[in-house]
């Protein structure tokens, strides 16, 4: 499977469940304070814009390790993306991803890494009143990976995600239901459907609790076991458009990989 979920920038593998992560479920119905923005560590994306002539820069990691009965593959991800204010409502997001993939096959290891598909997409929030919104987000990736070493698909893809936000001070909910085009030189599925719903909350000044949780259409034909994870981590803000994101993320089926690292910072200016 190639295609990158368009709101990591990573790969769907396999997790394992882990009971920490039932309390972080609970902690997954609380959000953000104020003006919401696609805060790192978390998948789901929300409404917020970053207003006309504005920019945003997010640099992201992910290191996440899968075992699975005589293989263990240990993938990273860094990924650097540019948002520009068109106008307030509009945004413009370019991202490109870098990935490094190792197996460990009992003892024959592989490792292959290098550039991924680059991401081109537009967030339109078309509707805003007494803290509910909702936005588009269009996007394609350009086929910038290496298909045959498992680094992008090959292919152009292209997708489409629905995004609703509601602010209820101190909290915030997100809920994204997305349509992905999963083209690709391989015989994967092409229609590949996604929901996720996150949130965030103020723990103490300066600091925000986060929570995630997802699931996909499998893009393996052979198997009808969708990608699901759950997520929880801390948002730092020790400037005002300065934000440091950690999280830990976990699977909820066995196509999901067992364990991630997530984290990153985000200027905006």
């Known amino acids: 499977m190639k295609f990158q979920s368009s709101a990591a920038g990573l790969k769907f593998r396999r997790f394992s469940k882990y009971p920490f992560f039932l ?13 919401s923005y696609a805060a790192i560590p978390l998948i789901t994306d929300d409404t917020g814009t970053q207003g006309k002539g504005k920019f945003q820069l997010e640099l992201f990691g992910e290191y996440a390790n899968d075992m699975q009965e005589s293989v263990t593959n240990k993938d990273s991800a860094l990924s650097a993306t540019l ?125 925000k609790l986060a929570g995630d949780i997802g699931v996909e259409s499998n893009p393996e034909r052979s198997s009808s076991n969708p990608p ?6 801390l948002i730092y803000l020790p400037r005002e458009n300065f934000d440091i994101g950690l999280g830990l993320k976990s699977g909820l089926t066995k196509s999901e990989m067992d364990i991630a690292v997530r984290g990153g910072i985000t200027w905006r200016f």
């Open 83 to 207: 948002t520009y204010g068109i106008t307030e409502p509009v945004d413009i997001i370019l991202s490109m991803p870098y990935q490094s993939l190792h197996s460990d096959d009992s003892g024959s290891k592989t490792s292959e890494s290098g550039l991924s598909d680059l991401s081109i997409e537009t967030k339109w929030r078309f509707y805003e009143k007494e803290g509910l919104s909702f936005a588009l987000k269009p996007g394609f990736t350009i086929p910038t990976g290496d298909d045959k070493k498992d680094l992008g698909n090959g292919k152009v893809t292209y997708y489409l995600y629905c995004i609703t936000s509601k602010e209820m001070n101190p909290w915030s909910f997100h809920l994204n239901l997305a349509y992905i085009r999963n083209e690709n030189t391989e015989d994967d599925r092409k229609d590949i459907w996604h929901a996720s719903f996150a949130s965030t909350v103020d723990v103490m000044k300066n600091v």
């Open 228 to 233: 699901a994870y759950i997520l929880g981590g």
């Open 23 to 35: 309390f972080l479920m609970l902690g997954s119905i609380l959000l953000v304070v104020g003006t």
